[in-house]
């Protein structure tokens, strides 16, 4: 399978070390994950998307990368092909606009119910779809449960039409194997417009952190508000992780429950759904 990061803040912060440096960093990973990486990285509200079908823990522009990448909105990946041959239309994440995505897991015995997936997705966006994973198939099936409720276009989706096109994607996913007789479908997954940030985790882990337990720049940094280091009772966070694993470092980590969504809105307000 494979290893998902994803990274949300009220400041543009340097994500070198989540990917390359921490115990169980990203480049780290790649070494049993070696069929791709991806990371998506937004400036000024525009996604930027860097993808390889190398490993990254061999990938010199995997390290450059990840040694400049600054921004308030990351998501990136490493992947172990389950679906799909090896190339740079399969590696994660996706785009479309200004939405980027990415999974880890897989869609058990996916050319069986790939055609009935496909007729999910609009035709207008169905068009779009250039490789040959579940991943992406799924992908266009959240932005056509999007589409069908707000203008994907523009800004300021609300963080419950998202989450709402999440769980009928992934429940129609999990309908459609489980009429075809197939073994469950693993769907943990990170969707961003470089606004809002909602991840899943559907039998795959995936941990979750939104303080510190002191953060070592509390004295320095301009934009140190208590919600760095003690949650809000409103919900307000001032990052938004989501990893596979814990990563070393200053972060209160906590396992995100299995069957469920979490996510920030363009406010960074935390959020929770049940699926």
């Known amino acids: 399978m494979c290893r998902l990061f994803g990274f949300r803040s009220i400041i543009e912060s340097h994500v070198h070390s989540s990917l390359t440096s921490a115990e169980n960093a990203l ?7 070696p069929d791709g990486w991806g990371v998506a990285y937004y400036v000024a509200g525009t996604p930027h998307v860097i ?17 400049v990448v600054t921004s308030d909105t990351v998501i990136a990946h490493v992947r ?25 897991g897989d869609i058990p015995d996916f050319q069986a119910v790939r055609a009935e997936l496909l007729d999910c997705i ?6 779009y779809v250039l490789g040959d994973t579940d991943s992406e198939v799924l992908f266009f099936m959240i932005l056509s449960n999007i589409a069908r409720r707000e203008d994907l276009h523009r800004q300021g989706v609300p963080v419950e039409v ?17 009429r075809h007789g197939l073994a469950d479908p693993l769907l943990t997954t990170i969707i961003t417009d470089g606004s809002l940030l909602l991840a899943s985790r559907v039998r795959k882990e995936l941990h979750l952190s939104t303080r510190k337990n002191r953060c070592p720049e509390r004295d320095t940094c301009p934009s140190f508000r208590t ?18 694993e814990p990563l070393q470092g200053d972060n209160v980590w906590n396992a995100i429950a299995d069957r469920s969504i979490v996510g920030c809105d363009q406010r960074l307000r935390r959020r929770e759904w049940t699926l």
């Not at 480049?27 to 994950?33: C, D, L, P």
């Not at 919600?227 to 596979?244: A, Q």
């Open 122 to 127: 609009t035709p207008k966006l169905r068009r």
């Open 51 to 67: 993808k390889s079908s190398s490993a990254a823990c061999e990938d010199r522009l995997f390290q450059r990368v990840s040694g």
């Open 162 to 178: 998202v989450a709402d096109a999440m769980r009928e994607s992934l429940a129609t996913v999990e309908a459609t194997s489980a």
């Open 227 to 244: 919600e760095c280091e003690v949650d809000s009772p409103f919900g307000f966070v001032s990052h938004f992780i989501v990893s596979s």
């Open 80 to 104: 172990r092909a389950t679906v799909g041959e090896l190339s740079i239309l399969n590696s994660h994440p996706f785009q479309y606009g200004r939405w980027t995505f990415a999974h880890n």
């Open 27 to 33: 480049g780290v990973q790649a070494a049993s994950h």
